[in-house]
């Protein structure tokens, strides 16, 4: 979940005014085509309409790009007649030497806009590749790429990998950062970070360490902590696969890649969240990784209120902030009675941090059980929260651990007006 509404600003409105930043990161405007006919070798074909490779010479490629590290083997590899692709390539074999990684052939092709095919030639075309792709040792992501390819006497080549859709094309999704720069990948305990060359991992790894310490207490997870650490915000954006401008506030995001949750961090955005309150954000976003919360499943006043549960058990500080914030709150707009609704938690919500607040103490008050302290064993926010992931109805959860939804709603109004006084 990409939480915008977790800066002190007033992400709605300022967005607004970035939406007509986009970042011009190269890419190609046109349709994805259907193959139709397979055919033996990549023939010279109609600009507009390239003919779909021998699969037999794309899966031969795509093998040998997964596996191939060393130089000269590399170089086989590659067609460098954009000079600037010859520079990516290099870069690009170094990222992929640190990963697990599968290349299969996705069905569509694109064609080069007359720009790029007068540099590459009338035979090159844009193939749609399924990556599932892990840093040794953590849980795989599956991304779309699209690889720009030449057929020669010895087979296809790589040629570019920046002809795929914009990422304001309906074809556009989430790229992976070792698809868009030169990383570094780093492994701390149960934390892996690909971190751009510009970023500095040590800035945030001790958070992220951290971060993911705080959930193993509550979430029960074997799966290492995954972080991607872009070099700018435009590059933050497209690893989410989101509307460029759309997400420049966003400080961090938890994120689904396939089946893998990842977190990404937004390096331009460290201003809006400092010191305690950025730890806070990074362990609530490690919960929603931990615990597969990104998909939405149940009501959010549950997801984002346990995720806050966890990050604020070790921020007593910034705890007691955010009740003072929420009694403010209340004394002005009246005591809540009813469960907070996903609309109140919506970004551009003029209450959207009260009503986050006030998720957060509803998941206290939920944990504490019916009779307001902790239920023998304790663990009852993360047994209703872990049921209802796993589709149990929320009253059901509530019931088997002797709530109802009534009797939650005025325990927590119960809680806010003593949190009133
Ligand atoms: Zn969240």
Redesign the pocket.
């Known amino acids: 979940?990409?939480?915008p509404l977790?800066s002190r600003s007033t992400p709605g409105r300022v967005l607004v005014a970035l939406l007509g930043v986009v970042a011009l990161m190269g890419c190609a405007p046109g349709p994805a085509t259907p193959p139709t006919l397979p055919s033996a070798t990549a023939g010279p074909g109609v600009p507009s309409s390239p003919s779909p490779p021998n699969h037999a010479d794309l899966t031969r490629l795509l093998d040998r790009l997964a596996a191939t590290d060393d130089e000269p083997g590399w170089r086989a590899l590659i067609d460098s007649v954009d000079p600037h692709f010859a520079t990516t390539s290099l870069w690009l074999r170094d990222n992929l030497a640190g990963l697990d990684l599968r290349l299969e052939p996705g069905s569509r092709i694109r064609a080069l806009t007359a720009q790029r095919q007068e540099l590459l030639g009338t035979e090159a075309f844009v193939q749609e590749v399924r990556a599932r792709w892990s840093v040794p040792g953590t849980a795989p992501a599956e991304h779309t790429l699209w690889l720009t390819l030449t057929p020669g006497a010895r087979g296809l080549r790589l040629a570019g990998i920046t002809d795929g859709p914009c990422p304001t094309d309906a074809g556009s999704g989430p790229l992976p950062i070792w698809w868009l720069e030169s990383v570094r990948i780093i492994r701390q305990g149960e934390v892996a970070v690909l971190a751009a060359r510009s970023q500095d991992p040590d800035a945030w790894l001790p958070g992220l360490v951290q971060a993911r310490e705080a959930v193993a207490r509550r979430v029960p997870t074997t799966e290492p902590l995954v972080a991607q650490l872009p070099s700018t915000a435009g590059g933050f954006e497209r690893v989410l696969g989101v509307r460029q401008g759309s997400h420049r506030l966003v400080a961090a995001a938890?994120w689904p890649f396939g089946d893998a949750a990842q977190l990404v961090v937004n390096p331009e955005a460290g201003g809006a969240t400092q010191g305690e309150a950025r730890q806070v954000l990074l362990t609530?976003?490690a919960?929603?990784v931990a615990a597969g919360?990104v998909r939405g499943q149940g009501p959010?006043w549950l997801?984002?209120g346990y995720?806050?549960l966890v990050a604020l058990a070790d921020h007593p500080a910034v705890a007691a902030a955010h009740e003072a914030n929420l009694a403010d709150d209340q004394r002005r707009h009246g005591i809540a009675d009813a469960l907070v609704t996903n609309a109140e938690l919506r970004p551009d919500n003029a209450r959207v941090h009260a009503h986050?607040q006030r998720a957060w103490i509803t998941v206290r008050v939920l944990d504490h059980g019916p009779d307001s302290r902790p239920a023998p064993g304790g663990g009852v926010a993360d047994r209703v929260h872990a049921a209802v992931l796993t589709g149990t109805p929320l009253d059901d959860a509530l019931a088997a651990e002797g709530w109802s939804t009534g009797t939650l709603t005025e325990a927590v109004s119960a809680e806010l007006r003593r949190l009133v006084g």
Do not use: G, K, Q, W
């Open positions: 979940m990409a939480d977790r938890a609530h976003e919960v929603h919360s959010l997801t984002e995720a806050d986050y």
